[in-house]
């Protein structure tokens, strides 16, 4: 890749995701900072981050973070929100917004009330703020806790993984380019099937074949290696193809769709 003019490299999440996350970064629920004595829950861990902070944003820069609110407490009376949870809403307002369009920020919030109605912000749910040995955890290690427990598959759960490269390749000689794609779209079993998630078929089969070429001496080289040179990816891919785990390669230039070529 040492000739390569530009490199992106991007994740797919589904819609909101990163505002959300974005919003919860800006609290502090993903800081380093080990949790204050007093808290027990979801919502206290949120409010630790905000004692002596003022709502600069709401009531200055963001007044329609202000007219969203407004128009969701009616919704929110509805559902048997509690009128000291309000507090609570109006401090998660208060973070930067800027990078999203105006149009679109009562969605948001709209989409930020419902991630803390299901993660439990609201219903006391608990957080472990202390280690075994009494040491105060991190923020980060408390609220990982609460998504790790509310986003965790179920019985039936099956995982996909879609994985997309797209090349531009320039010929060095005619400087024509031209587009090339390698593509895996593969699924994992559920627990109640008794075989592995694809994440950890693709990520587990992949460390064994390394380890297994190590403990056959077919790998010759010493230290931590990356596997970018030709006699350790090519028979790592011929392994991993025989687990039915390939790419798919596609290229403009020559109209084809293969397998990798070995």
């Not at 409010?47 to 600069?56: D, M, N, P, V, Y």
């Not at 999203?100 to 006391?124: A, M, N, W």
């Not at 609460?146 to 986003?151: E, I």
Request: hydrophobic share 35%; with cysteine.
């Amino acid at each position: 890749m040492q000739d390569c003019e530009t490199f992106v490299r991007g994740t797919i999440r589904f819609s909101g995701f990163s505002h959300v996350i974005s919003a919860f970064h800006d609290i502090g629920l993903t800081s380093d900072d080990p949790v204050p004595d007093g808290v027990s829950t979801l919502r206290d861990l949120a409010e630790s981050k905000f004692r002596g902070t003022k709502l600069a944003n709401l009531d200055h820069y963001y007044p329609e973070a202000k007219t969203a609110m407004m128009a969701l407490c009616s919704e929110l009376e509805e559902e048997g929100t509690k009128n000291s949870d309000y507090c609570l809403l109006r401090q998660f307002c208060n973070v930067d917004i800027s990078h999203i369009p105006q149009s679109e920020r009562v969605d948001f919030f709209k989409q930020l009330i419902k991630t803390l109605r299901f993660l439990g912000f609201f219903d006391g749910e608990k957080v472990v703020t202390r280690t075994k040995d009494g040491k105060p955890r991190s923020y980060l290690d408390a609220f990982s806790d609460v998504l790790a427990s509310k986003l965790s598959m179920t019985d039936d759960d099956r995982d996909l993984v879609v994985m997309r490269h797209n090349f531009i390749i320039e010929d060095p000689k005619t400087k024509k380019r031209w587009n090339h794609y390698s593509t895996l779209i593969a699924s994992g079993n559920s627990k109640k099937q008794g075989g592995y998630t694809i994440m950890a078929k693709t990520v587990g089969v992949t460390a064994a074949i390394g380890m297994r070429f190590i403990l056959e001496g077919r790998i010759k080289e010493r230290g931590v290696l990356s596997p970018i040179k030709k006699e350790i990816y090519d028979p790592c891919l011929k392994e991993l193809e025989r687990q039915g785990i390939v790419m798919i390669e596609e290229s403009e230039r020559f109209h084809t769709t293969m397998r990798h070529k070995l």
